[in-house]
């Protein structure tokens, strides 16, 4: 764990890092964040990742006086007194302390962040299992599509896949489509096109998703962007997930079904390769 962590409008030791007992985000649920990933201290994305969190601050009615070039220099200050180069960083933003006598809330600003820990390379080589969520993702839910701190359900629907030996759990929507992994998106292949839930199932925009969306675009692989079924999950011929830290993290098996051929396939590896030379080309380059 990093020994310093960015509180409001400044570097606190950690051990000295207080919120309050008033604090939405820990009455309420009411915060968002942003889980961040840095190659050679630059950190992937992080206009894209910022970009999402206001307008997830905006639609959810989270007030805050923080600019994204405020947040911008905050994170790299962050970094570089920790000395921090590969790195897992959380954004935490929380809608604060309801303040006295101006009857608005001072927003909760908190940044930290550990030594990156990769998955296990045989993830990658070998392919993972995931389970099928026994929740659903409710679709008249506010804070769907959005990176918010009442985090319960899926830290719980992960936990359950966790002791399946599961990377991950797939939850599937109140009718029936399917929707994301707890901290995931996914993405499947058919006749080597690329599919993947639209954002308005709906899904969080994940980082990682808009990157391999991009690249497959800028590649010539058909991508498809629409409402996908469980036959259309156990009929694909690859599957796999994304989120910033695990990248693109094949699937081989879906509970007691195999994916394809059980092994990562052409499409996913080009996706990962593809993925590999981005973050080189725009971060481990940079510096």
């Known amino acids: ?67 994204k070039e405020y947040l911008a220099d905050a994170v790299q200050k962050f970094l570089e007194a920790n000395d921090l180069a ?69 830290m719980l629907a992960l936990k359950q896949a966790h002791e399946k030996k599961a990377a991950e759990a797939l939850w599937f929507t109140t009718d029936g489509r399917l929707a994301e992994g707890c901290i995931s998106n996914a993405f499947l292949v058919k006749d080597s096109r690329l599919c993947t839930p639209a954002t308005n199932t709906p899904v969080l925009p994940g980082i990682a998703r808009k990157t391999i969306c991009e690249l497959a675009i800028a590649n010539k692989i058909e991508l498809v962007e629409k409402d996908l079924s469980i036959d259309d999950l ?27 051929e059980g092994i990562p396939g052409p499409v996913t590896k080009r996706m990962q390769e593809y993925y590999d030379k981005f973050v080189k080309n725009n971060c481990e380059n940079k510096k």
């Open 1 to 67: 764990m990093a020994e310093k962590v960015f509180l409001n409008d400044k570097l606190v030791d950690i051990e000295n890092a207080r919120i309050s007992v008033g604090d939405g985000g820990f009455l309420y649920g009411a915060g968002l964040f942003e889980t961040m990933r840095s190659y050679n201290g630059v950190v992937f994305r992080l206009d894209d990742h910022l970009n999402r969190l206001l307008a997830s601050t905006k639609a959810l009615s989270i007030e805050h006086t923080y600019s």
């Open 86 to 154: 590969e790195a897992r960083i959380r954004l935490t933003l929380s809608s604060g302390v309801l303040s006295q006598p101006q009857g608005k809330p001072v927003a909760t600003l908190l940044i930290t962040a550990a030594k990156l820990q990769p998955y296990p390379a045989e993830y990658y080589k070998k392919g993972v299992l995931v389970v099928l969520c026994p929740f659903r993702q409710n679709v008249t839910e506010p804070t769907c599509g959005h990176k918010t701190t009442s985090y319960l359900s899926r």
């Open 234 to 260: 156990l009929g694909a011929d690859e599957v796999f997930i994304t989120n910033v830290i695990m990248q693109v993290m094949p699937v081989v098996g879906i509970e007691k079904h195999t994916v394809g």
